[in-house]
Every structure is written in structure tokens, then in C-alpha cells.
């Protein structure tokens, strides 16, 4: 096989527009619940109204009586949940399911059901005195060294506490799903990140065979991590399909998707880092603890990076979970990552200032040479050089260093930094790749698409590898009959799929140039395979062979010999680099904001960032990526917050007025660059993780331009007004 991307292939590393972008802006591209089914049944959720307790009683009289209204499902034997469905464990529970022709019956069957319930007090609230913390199944404390002992010793240090509200994910597309049966087979169309998982989670939850569950999930309108995960509406929709014996479609309400689909969950850090006077790094202690629910675990991996990401030989972490009774928290885009990025970061911004330190300098001076948690080399690590690059971009040098300095009549203007990373995931993908007599190639797998542009990117990277221009090669997805792919999430797929395809690709190019040379009718017979390249899908004989104009087209193998075509079904699998290297993307990000001195809103002005995210494979979708991650940790920062009623777990601003996200207003002047770079450690095409990497540092960096602007360390997310007064 050879070398990914060599010179005289020229579609990857170029700004492509969206190959699916016409789809989607003319309205062409079918999301779940765009899919027309004929004799199409609606259903709608019954939902708990109280946190923790059981169901005395349900009358569903008034709901079947309404025309249109088919049936009320109460009793779900026959399909597997995730929780015991005599008990109610959270608010917003699915309880019962109301089948109707149109939707509008549905729903309002659905608020005519009557419910009683026995309920008791829940526990709702990370802070409350009998919350119980516990050691987490996944995450294990780490030491090195005896920080605690270490840090008394330290000249300086400081020792704080951080608070980030619960996040939930708001994609514009609500989640929705169209189930079928023919006799024992279901199929489903479906909001989803993980086909394959999908597809697993419906076999188990009816006892099936996975080859009797098709999933068919083209497109995603949005969704942070949320769909990553199959949740009992989906189930429930193809539980009333079986009983109804019709196909039934599903759409949770914006108001519903709140308790539905998890979110970031509440945490609570505190951080200490002590230096000596020079400002190296001497001990570092970093305790977390996030909500999860008492009826599933889920881990926020918020200790991983501040681990690794500077020189300190003293380290305590430990992380704990909180049982409550909440719905499931999720993976949001940077999970964990963001989190603890923002105590990490903030802290270090804190050390500076209290060393009287330029907070670049600081963490230039306490570079790692190896990953201090396993002792590898690093794959690639340019953290300095993003620091360097971007702070010459952004005019770091304009910074005054003393906070509150910098005034525009009534504005106190700031200037912040923080340093982001994320590990490099790369997990066992498969593709087939098909070229047919008429020129034109497909490749399929079984991967998603929720915005990144998988579409592109993939048909970029298989254009090359099969020696073809982009307008001829077709990319396939969000089908469980293709071959198998990991999760759409982790920021993994360009990693992942992109080798797989690339993989399958380059086999399928080898494949027609071996046939090319054996075959004595072929102008290159007789030729060794090295000796031919493909360029426009046309096989040529190398300009170092006498008679080099020699050659033929796929299509004319493909016509000459009879066939339809020919494929080449691959499976990649990451080698054992994760056992010899430390795999992860880095990134430097900068914020200017504006305070108003009289009534202390925070405004951003610009923010930028700089990222060593190896091979870029499409520039314009990278940037797209960066922008999205910038205005996600806008939010983070300064908006988003999910208020809860302790008393019931109710949650009070489940509606997109009250529950505050970034709008055109929020947003300033974004923008980001990539060091030209790759990383054929991690992955055949050089690749790194980049859509969760660029979120990272987005809400420390804002944090600290405030302290910049104001003087005032708030470690409380979000942001907001009263904080600074």
C-alpha cells in the first residue's frame, strides 16, 4: 500500500465546500422525521411529574375517548429499559405512551392522562449535606509523588474552587424516531451517533438477532453528544410499533428533550498548583465530583488532562460521582475535557498573576518532555508553538498584565489565555469501496454525521486514495447494512473512518492496477504494479518507463472484462501506538472581552485560537469546527444554565427563552488557524481529534480576560452580572 496523500494527489488539505451542503439548504436531505411512512401512526410521552416514588394509579379514560386517540400504552413487558418502570427515578420519566393517527391527538391525549403518584422527597442537588460521594467505576484516583506534603513547601500557590453549572445540548434538530416491523424484523429511522450501538441496544431491548435491526440515520441535525446514546423513547417508539402493528413515529418536545437526552452534569473542583519562585510547577492537587443518576452511571473524565498537560512531579487527583435522582447525565461536546480544562486553566492564570508572571511564560516554562502519567514521548506536541503563534496573531503583546488597567471610558477591556488538549481516540472501522463501469466510485460505512462533514471529508480522503476526481466519488452513511463503524463522538471519526476508508481505498486502486498488469489485453501488461499510478481515475505507466503515455481508465478495465464494477471491503485497526506514545491534539486559545463598569455585563469582542490538530484533511471544515467550538464555550461561559427545583428535580427553564444559548449578538469577531502538521503515529492519514479539542479552552480563556478586565476571579460558571458586582 502506498503512503496516504502523496504529491500529485491534491483534494485533501482543501477547503471543499460541504458535498451535502445543496441537500441540506434546499431542503432535500431527510432527517429522522422527515421520512414518510405510509399508514404512519403518531405517539406522544405521558412523563412523570415527580422525581422519585411510584405510580398509585393512571386513568387513561379521557385520553382514549378523544377521536383519533388509538391506544395508551402503560405496560411496557416486552421491552428491556434502562430503569424499573414500576418506580419513577427521575423527573420527566416516560410513563406512558399515547398512539393516535395525527400528532395533534397524540399530544393532547397525552396531557389528559391522569397519573397519581406515591412520591417521597427526592435528593436533586449535588450540594446537599446528605449527597453521598462515591468512587467512580471507570476513573481511578492517580498519584505521583506526595502533593499534598509537597505543596506546604511551595513559595506560591494557589487553591481554589469551580463550580460549572449543568449544560444541556439544544440541537436544533429534536430528537425523533419512525419505527417499523415486517414479522420479526424492525427498522428504524433514527437520531443517532453510533449505528452500531444503535442498532444493538434495539436487538437487546426486544431479544433479537442484530441482523433482524436495520437503522437508517443519513443525516443529524445537531446534537453534542446526545445522541450517542440510545434512550427509552427510542425503544418506547418501536415498542408501540410492535403493538400497534403499524409504523409508529416519535418527536420529544423541546420542553421534553430537557429530561431526555442528558446534558453536561453539575461539577465541583477544586484545584491547588504551588510553584517554587521561578515559577516551576511543584505540586498540583485537583479534586472533582460531577451528578450522575442513581438508575445508570456516568463518568465525566474531567481529571484526564490537567494529569499530563504541565511539568509537576507532586500530583494528587481523585473524582467522584454523586447519585441523585436525575435523569442520566451524557457526553456534551469536550466532556470532562472542558471541565477540568477550566479549573486547570483558570488556576494557572491565578499562578501567574501571583508570581507577577506573563501566564504564556508560565506555562512555556513547565513544558513536559514525556507524559508524566505512563512516561511516553509525545506523538506530536507543538502546545508552545501554539502559544507563540497565536499570541503573535492575536496581539497578546497589547496585553497590560495589572487587572482593571485597561479602560474605554465606562468599558474595562481584558485579555485572556488558556491552553486546551484532547486525546487522540482512534477505534476498529470498516468500509467498502466500489468502482463501477460508468467512472463513478462509491465507499460506504456504517458512521453518522451530525455536522462536522463527514460526507466531505471521507470523500476527499477516498478521491485520493483511488486516484479519482471528487465529482465522481460518492461517500455513504447512516445505514446499519454497511460495514461497521465506532461511535460518531470522541472526536474519532476522521481518525477512525478516515483510515478505514482510506484503507479500503487504497486496496481497491491496487486491485485494479494488479489486474491491469496480469491481464495481456491490458496497454499495461506486463508492467510491476509500482510502476503504475492513477491520476483521474486513469491508470498510467510511471514517466520513468519507456512508453509512459501507456494506460487505461478503471471504466475501461471494468468494460473490457464484463463486470459491473469491483469493491474492496476493509477493516483498520489502530496499531499498538497507544502502548509506545502519548496521543493527543493541542491548542492555544486567546479572548478579548469588554466589562461595563456601571452594570458589569460581560461582552466578547474576539476570540481566537490556535491548534496543533495534525493533518487537516478539509481547512474550511476545520475552521467551521473551531467556530462552532468557540460559540459552544461562549455559552459555557457566559449563558447556559439548567435550573432545577430541588423539591422535585422539575427543571424550570426546559424551553429555549428561559435556557440562555449564544445568539448572532453574543458572538464576536472567531477565528482559527492549524499548524501545518500530522501524526502518522496515531492514524495512516496523520490525523488527530479536532471537534471536541476546539471547545476546551474557550470558557477558562473568557474567565481570565474577565480577571484581566476586572480584577475578579469568578470560578462559578456561567458568568453572569451579579457575579461581578
Known sequence: MTHAFNAAQVVSGQPVSRVDGPLKVTGKASYAADNQIPGLLYAALVCSTVACGGIKRMDAGAALRQPDVLAVLTDFTGVKLPFDTRLVTFFGQPVAVVIATTLESAVHGSELVDVRYSSRPPLTDIDAAQADKRPGRFIRDYFRGFADQAIRRTAVMTDMRFSIARNDHSPMEMPATIATWERDRLTVWDKVQDISAARQFYADAFGLPTDRVRLISPFVGGSFGSASRTWPHQVLTAFAARRMRRPVKLVLTRRQMYSAIGYRPTSRQRMAIGTDESGRLRAMIHEGHTETAR??????????SPRLLYRVPNMRSTYRVVPLDVGLPWFMRGPGAVTGAFALECAMDDLAHRLRMDPIELRMRNEPDVDQTNGMPFSTRRLTECLTRGAARFGWNRRNPAPAATREGDLFVGIGVAAAAYYTYRSQCSAIAKVFADGTAEVQCGTSDMGPGTYTSMTQVAADALGMPLSRVRFALGDSSFPPAPPHSASRTMASVGSAVYTAANMLRDRFIRTAVTDPRSPLSGLRPEEVVVADG???????????????????????????????????????????????????????????????????????????????????????????????????????RTELDYRDGRIVNANMSD????????????????????????????????????????????????????GRRVTDLPITLEKLL
Not at 438508575?295 to 484526564?304: A, I, K, P, S, W
Not at 463486470?563 to 499498538?576: A, V
Not at 461595563?596 to 481547512?619: E, H, K, Q, W
Not at 492514524?683 to 473568557?702: F, Q, S, T
Request: proline letters at 5%; one cysteine or more.
Open 538 to 640: 486513469r491508470m498510467c505507466a510511471t514517466a520513468s518507463r519507456a512508453g509512459s503515455e501507456r494506460g487505461e481508465s478503471y471504466q475501461d478495465l471494468l468494460r473490457r472484462r464484463g463486470w459491473s464494477g469491483l469493491d474492496s471491503q476493509q477493516t483498520w485497526t489502530p496499531d499498538d501506538a497507544d502502548r509506545r506514545y502519548s496521543t493527543y491534539g493541542y491548542g492555544a486559545v486567546f479572548a478579548e472581552v469588554v466589562v461595563d463598569r456601571l452594570l458589569p455585563t460581560v461582552r466578547i469582542r474576539r476570540m481566537y485560537a490556535c491548534y496543533d490538530a495534525g493533518r487537516v484533511i478539509n481547512p474550511k471544515l476545520a475552521h467551521s469546527q473551531a467556530i462552532g467550538g468557540m460559540v459552544g464555550g461562549i455559552g459555557m461561559a457566559l449563558l447556559e
Open 295 to 304: 438508575y445508570g452511571d456516568y463518568e465525566d473524565g474531567l481529571v484526564r
Open 659 to 710: 435556557y440562555l444559548v449564544p445568539v448572532n449578538a453574543d458572538v464576536p469577531a472567531l477565528d482559527a488557524t492549524f499548524l501545518p502538521a500530522e501524526d502518522t503515529i496515531a492514524d495512516p492519514i496523520g490525523v488527530k481529534g479536532l471537534g471536541e479539542l476546539v471547545i476546551v479552552g474557550v470558557p477558562a480563556a473568557i474567565a481570565n480576560a474577565v480577571f484581566n478586565a476586572t
